[in-house]
């Protein structure tokens, strides 16, 4: 792939933490509160990574690990729209799954797509995860509520 060798993985911090609130602004139709941003900053479970392509920041990504290192819940993951469709998100996924399985043994990733975004749930289906269920009231203050709770396992 063109651009595999090219994307970076910058961890969020203070320094570069607006730069992810202003992608994701631009990707969701929720807006975070700056408790959300705080935390990946200085948590030990929650973290996040934007993600570079020849110096520009592309997309962002945030997950959790829980306690016991079994799964990581992807909360954030996107790509600026005028670079989808060319490969960097499936690499930025495997890339974020890789250093995941790697670096702390975390085989299973889950996550939530609202029922409505066909896009996003087409995505992860392509990239191997499985719907496991609909949750009907899983977004309190956007419509539709509704959200594929999904999941991804390298278990064997």
């Known amino acids: 792939m063109e651009y595999e060798n090219k994307i970076i993985f910058e961890h969020t911090s203070i320094k570069n933490i607006l730069e992810m609130i202003k992608i994701d602004k631009l990707i969701y139709p929720l807006k975070y509160r700056k408790t959300f941003y705080g935390q990946l900053c200085n948590s030990q479970v929650k973290h996040g990574y934007l993600f570079l392509l020849d110096q520009k920041y592309i ?49 299973i990733f889950r996550l939530h797509v609202q029922t409505s975004n066909s896009e996003a749930l087409s995505f992860y289906k392509k990239n191997g995860y499985e719907v496991i269920k609909i949750e009907e009231s899983y977004y309190r203050n956007i419509l539709p509520k509704s959200a594929y709770f999904l999941e991804k396992s390298f278990l064997i």
Request: aromatic share 10%; with cysteine; charged share 30%.
């Open 59 to 107: 997309g962002c990504c945030s997950y959790e690990i829980d306690k016991e290192c079994s799964n990581a819940y992807i909360m954030t993951f996107g790509i600026v729209n005028t670079f989808r469709r060319k490969g960097i998100g499936k690499i930025c996924l495997e890339k974020l799954e890789k250093k995941l399985l790697n670096e702390f043994g975390i085989p």
